[in-house]
Structure formats: C-alpha cells, structure tokens
C-alpha cells in the first residue's frame, strides 16, 4: 500500500532494463528464496474462491465492509509486531496491552466519573499508556537485556490483571462518547468515499514518479518505467474497487481509512527514514549496527514503543466497535491473531526482514478466515485449526526462505 | 628507521595493556605512514587484537602514548577513533546481511534531510563511485542485499567502506581469513590499491604470503612485545617465521 519501492524489485530492476529481465531477476529472487507477496496473494484468493463456493453472503459488498470493521484492531497492533519483529525480539503482551487500551478510553470517557474527557483526548490518553508500557519493557529488555519473551510474558499477565483491577466488581464500562464510538462506526458519504481513492492515487502516482524522475536526474538506475506506471494504476483499481464496493453497502467505513493511515505511516518510517534504516540494521547484524554508531538500544527501546502505541491504538478500536468494555478485553485469541497477521505478512521471526504493508495482507487472510467461518457456520475448533495451519505454514515458509537465502548468499 | 622520510601517521611509544595479570601489551612500539601497507604478523596471544582494540577506542591503554600526525592524542571511544580518522574493518561483524550495499556503506552514517528521510540518490551515487575508485567491479548491483555476495565481495564492500568516509588510518583485522583463493586475490588487490590512495594500511594476517605480497613493511610482535620492524625488501619468510616463534636472533631487524 506504501509508495515505496519495495527493495527487491529496485534491486532486481538494475539499469533500464527491459521487463524480460526484471521479471528473470524476480524469478531469481524467488528461487533464493525471496518469495515477497506471492504466497499472501496465493492465500487470498484461495481463502475467497474456498468462502465464495461455501457461502452465498461471503462475497458481498455488504460482508466486505463487515470484514474491514472485523480486521481493523488486529492489523492495527499487528504493524506494531512488525517493528519489534523486525528487530528480531517479541512482544507477547499487545493483546493485554490493547485490553489496557479499551480500558482506558473507556474509563476517561465515563460519565460521571472525574475525568470524562472528550473522546479525542481519551483516545489520545489510552494511546499514550500502552506506548509508556511498551517504553518500560523495552527499556527492561535493553538496559538489562532480559529476554524480550519473558519480559512482555510478565507483562501479558501484569495487564491481564490490570484489566481485573480497574473494571473492578462492575466488570464493564459502557461507551457513550460519540468520537470514540465513530472510530468503528462511523461510514463516510459516497462521495467522501471517491475523494479519499481520487487523493490516495493522487499521492501514490506522485510519490512513484517522484522518485523515478529523481533517480533520473541523478543519472541512477531507475527501473521500468512502465511497470512503475504499471504498479500506481494496480494500486489505484484495487482503491477504487475497494470503494466502490463499500459504496455498494453503506460506504466506507472511518476504521479503513485509519488502518490505511496506520500502515502507509509506518510504512513510510520503515522504509523511508534514517529511524527505520536502524531497525533493519539492527534486526540484520545488531553487533554491527553497534559498531556502525548506532545507538542500538534506543532502537529496541522505540520498537517496543511503537507495539505499545499500536496495541493501544488496536484497543480503542477493539473498544469502539463493541460500544463497551469488559473483561474479555484483551484476551482470546488477540495476541496470537495479531502475531500471525504480521508474520503470515512476510516478517521474518528471526529479525531484518519483511515489511510493515505485511501487517495489512496478513490482517487480511486472518480476518477473512474469521469472518468466513462464522459465515459458514463453522465450530470454532475449525477456525483455530485453519488459523493455526496457516501460522505454521507462514514460520515454515519463513525458515526455509531464509536457509536459502543463506545458502545462496555463499 | 628506514630512510623513508615521511612521518608516521599513526604511532604507538612504549604501549602497556594489562588485564589483571595476563599483560597482554608489555611496552609496544607501533608506527604507520600515509601511503605504505603495514602488516602486523604475530602468533597468536601476541597482542595484536589487543593492539587493535587499543588504536580502535575498545580498549584504554594502561601507560604509553598514542600519537596521531605527531601529537598525543588519546583515544577513550570508538568514536574518538573514528574522529581521527582510524578505521577498522573486522573479520567478521561488519555487514547487515539483510541491507543492500548502499545501506551498508551508510550504515549509522545515512544521507537525510531536516526531517530525517533518507536522501537515496547521494547515496546511491557514492556508494557507486567509490566502488568504482577502487575497481571494485565484480558487484552486480549496489542495491542488491549483502547477503547475496561472495565472502570477497563482502570483505571489499567492508573495505570500501573505510574508504568512503576519509579514514587516514584503516586497519584490516584478517581479511582474507575466510576466503577462496580468487576472493583472497581480490582482496589483496584492493588493499594494494587503498596503500596507492594515500592511505595509511595496518593489515593484520596470520598469512605470510599474503603478507609479503601487500605489505611494504611488517611489524612482528610476539608477547605482547615489538620484535622489530622488517623491511619487506630487505626480509625473507623464513626469517619472519623465526621472529614470530622464538623472537629476534641478531641485529639484522631494523627497529
């Protein structure tokens, strides 16, 4: 979804070189066992011709804005993984910390209560705690160098009984403020709907030429020119469609458009800035990165940051979606979901590799497995066994990509 | 001495390492100009990791001096080495396997603007022509991953790198430890053409071929001591070998 040029097609499009080539690099590429969004893309369509043959209502305009709304907090907390995946570490505890999140905007919405806030700054306020938890494990893991999986472990349960706490005896707290509850309800106009697709191709296709007419002038290698222009119209008909869909139903959701908002930031800090640059390097070599000057433990202690803050940002949307909270906040299968969003996304568990769009596509797959086998009918065992299946398959997929890529780097 | 009249760059007087009571430096002398390939020979426990470590900034110095284009300076960081302009290419640790050349080169030191966005071009642009300067022509593509090159092409992006950022002094700890016989060739090759650059070069092998094929001269330690400085042209294998493993045997040395 992010403007950027992902690395290996730049790298594979060296030169001018004609589409025969690229596509010989790509194919390369693959066997070295880079097999980018190929096995997502495979997934997908498998996953709504498998829903489609099953259930009549799956593929309908009204089930798709349904499958936004349902994706939204577990591809939100899911770009947050990506971070702390990439550099190489764990946060066990976004499910509980997204529950700290609900909780939160809820208790700072109460009315009645001392601080009822407005909505923007009880959402503001719940972001901000679960990004100050993820800074304190994280400064935990770096200062001290406890392993991350113990410390977000401690962290699960020091949330989960946060939770307990602070919902206390009444064990649920009701949300009436109206911007907290837009956040998963609201539905733009139509003609909003258009004007969001018009602008995102707008700056799509300028941020792809952008670059390419920079490289030129630079005297660089640039890539095809035609699979650049080729790539902005793909994007642009996948929004438009997208659009036109929702528009079909009742429109676009507001939580698509803060998911997109979500991944096309992070995309562009990972991809684009000096921050996300260290990331990599610290996921890839952190020895090196430390001699490089990198301060490595800031980086880890940012990382764990930005899956608090998303975790949190999840929570609000988890939240406003039920129009309440309670104490099954946080739990289930949230943490695992979110986890196998990002890594079914192409992020590699052993750190470096893989990109934040990974959150969305693997968001994706999840919530459509969700959503389909609830439509089916399905017993919930079903749903854990696909889930579970898909997860092994994405580790697996991962492992052997990376022996190759080790073996074909020698 | 020898009748050379250009001036260390980089000296070491009289150096003391101690940790507890392993004395790992034992009073070292130590000297590199601009323009000439040291080789730093020594069996091993001889002191020359230490030695690097020193210079580096990884380690402070118990007593002695350091002195950098004649005056003391003293190095209390890794990034008071780098200031003056001392860089070293380790074995091994060096590269991000999952950054492309470009990325490696930058690492820690990335082109950006006021808002921190990475200015890739310039990047891209130097990277290539620092390549090229130093005839480094068997990559591909500069933004290809590090991890799909050969061990030689690894260790010439990791030496080019040292290059790239106007080092004066630049030692190559084993640089051709881990490779085949046309990656080691590509690599002397390109430690040759740093010493044609202008470049102060402390390379430090445990081979003796590779040494007398780069470097104008060799400085054997051995306990944590300076045997003596050899003149390449004026040395024999065998009588390195003899100073590595029983120290100095006559007044040949010219240290």
């Given at each position: 979804?992010?403007?950027?040029?992902?690395?290996?097609?730049?790298?594979?499009?060296?030169?001018?070189?004609?589409?025969?080539?690229?596509?010989?690099?790509?194919?390369?590429?693959?066997?070295?066992?880079?097999?980018?969004?190929?096995?997502?893309?495979?997934?997908?369509?498998?996953?709504?011709?498998?829903?489609?043959?099953?259930?009549?209502?799956?593929?309908?305009?009204?089930?798709?804005?349904?499958?936004?709304?349902?994706?939204?907090?577990?591809?939100?907390?899911?770009?947050?993984?990506?971070?702390?995946?990439?550099?190489?570490?764990?946060?066990?505890?976004?499910?509980?910390?997204?529950?700290?999140?609900?909780?939160?905007?809820?208790?700072?919405?109460?009315?009645?209560?001392?601080?009822?806030?407005?909505?923007?700054?009880?959402?503001?306020?719940?972001i901000a705690i679960c990004a100050a938890i993820g800074t304190v494990q994280g400064s935990i893991i770096a200062f001290l160098g406890v392993p991350s999986f113990v410390v977000t472990l401690a962290g699960l349960l020091i949330a989960q009984g946060m939770i307990?706490?602070?919902?206390?005896?009444?064990?649920?707290?009701?949300?009436?403020?109206?911007?907290?509850?837009?956040?998963?309800?609201?539905?733009?106009?139509?003609?909003?709907?258009?004007?969001?697709?018009?602008?995102?191709?707008?700056?799509?296709?300028?941020?792809?030429?952008?670059?390419?007419?920079?490289?030129?002038?630079?005297?660089l290698p640039t890539g095809n020119l035609l699979l650049i222009v080729g790539r902005v119209v793909f994007y642009a008909a996948l929004v438009f469609a997208t659009v036109a869909v929702c528009n079909h139903s009742r429109g676009v959701p507001l939580v698509g458009l803060v998911i997109v908002f979500v991944v096309v930031l992070f995309s562009y800090l990972a991809s684009r800035t000096t921050f996300g640059r260290h990331v990599y390097a610290v996921g890839g070599n952190a020895e090196a990165a430390r001699r490089a000057g990198i301060n490595v433990k800031l980086i880890r202690i940012l990382c764990f940051t930005i899956s608090g803050a998303c975790a949190g940002l999840g929570g609000v949307i988890l939240a406003s979606r039920l129009n309440s909270v309670d104490l099954t906040f946080g739990g289930g299968t949230l943490l695992l979901d979110a986890i196998s969003a990002a890594v079914i996304g192409g992020v590699s568990l052993f750190g470096g590799r893989g990109r934040v769009s990974g959150a969305l596509f693997g968001g994706l797959i999840i919530g459509m497995i969700s959503n389909g086998t609830d439509l089916v009918g399905s017993a919930d065992w079903i749903k854990y066994v696909t889930t579970g299946t898909i997860l092994l398959a994405a580790v697996t997929l991962d492992t052997v990509a990376r022996r190759r890529q080790v073996a074909a780097g020698r | 001495m020898s009748a050379?009249?250009?001036?260390?760059?980089?000296?070491?007087?009289?150096?003391?390492?101690?940790?507890?009571?392993?004395?790992?430096?034992?009073?070292?002398?130590?000297?590199?100009?601009?323009?000439?390939?040291?080789?730093?020979?020594?069996?091993?426990?001889?002191?020359?990791?230490?030695?690097?470590?020193?210079?580096?900034?990884?380690?402070?110095?118990?007593?002695?001096?350091?002195?950098?284009?004649?005056?003391?300076?003293?190095?209390?960081?890794?990034?008071?080495?780098?200031?003056?302009?001392?860089?070293?290419?380790?074995?091994?640790?060096?590269?991000?396997?999952?950054?492309?050349?470009?990325?490696?080169?930058?690492?820690?030191?990335?082109?950006?603007?006021?808002?921190?966005?990475?200015?890739?071009?310039?990047?891209?642009?130097k990277t290539t022509e620092t390549l090229a300067s130093l005839s480094v022509t068997t990559i591909r593509s500069v933004r290809q991953p590090v991890a799909t090159l050969s061990g030689g092409q690894r260790q010439s992006v990791a030496v080019a790198r040292a290059v790239m950022w106007n080092n004066r002094v630049v030692f190559l700890d084993e640089p051709t430890a881990a490779l085949g016989v046309a990656q080691t060739r590509q690599v002397l090759d390109l430690v040759k053409r740093l010493g044609d650059q202008g470049l102060a070069v402390v390379l430090v092998s445990h081979n003796l071929t590779d040494v007398f094929e780069v470097a104008d001269r060799i400085t054997v330690l051995r306990l944590g001591q300076d045997i003596g400085v050899y003149e390449k042209s004026a040395t024999s294998e065998q009588e390195i070998v003899q100073a590595i493993t029983f120290g100095k045997q006559d007044a040949e040395a010219s240290a």
């Open positions: 979804m992010s403007t950027a040029a992902p690395p290996e097609v730049s790298a594979a499009a060296a030169g001018q070189a004609g589409i025969g080539d690229i596509a010989r690099a790509r194919w390369e590429a693959f066997k070295g066992g880079d097999v980018g969004s190929v096995p997502v893309i495979v997934g997908i369509i498998a996953i709504t011709i498998f829903f489609t043959a099953k259930s009549n209502i799956f593929f309908t305009a009204v089930n798709f804005s349904n499958l936004i709304g349902q994706m939204a907090g577990v591809t939100v907390i899911a770009v947050g993984i990506v971070f702390v995946l990439l550099i190489g570490e764990i946060d066990l505890s976004v499910g509980y910390v997204s529950g700290i999140g609900s909780v939160a905007v809820a208790e700072f919405q109460r009315a009645g209560s001392s601080h009822d806030y407005p909505g923007l700054v009880a959402i503001a306020l719940a307990i706490y602070l919902l206390g005896t009444q064990g649920v707290i009701g949300i009436q403020d109206r911007q907290i509850l837009d956040v998963s309800n609201y539905v733009l106009t139509k003609n909003t709907g258009w004007i969001v697709a018009i602008v995102f191709t707008v700056l799509m296709a300028a941020g792809s030429l952008g670059t390419y007419f920079s490289r030129r002038r630079a005297g | 050379t009249p250009a001036p260390p760059i980089l000296e070491l007087r009289e150096v003391v390492k101690n940790f507890g009571q392993v004395h790992a430096l034992r009073g070292v002398d130590f000297e590199v100009r601009a323009g000439e390939v040291m080789a730093l020979v020594g069996d091993n426990g001889a002191g020359k990791s230490t030695l690097i470590k020193c210079v580096a900034g990884i380690y402070s110095i118990d007593s002695g001096q350091i002195l950098f284009d004649g005056k003391p300076v003293s190095i209390s960081g890794p990034k008071d080495a780098a200031k003056l302009g001392i860089e070293v290419v380790y074995q091994d640790l060096a590269l991000c396997d999952n950054l492309d050349v470009v990325q490696n080169m930058y690492l820690g030191r990335e082109d950006h603007d006021a808002l921190y966005r990475l200015r890739e071009a310039p990047m891209e642009q």
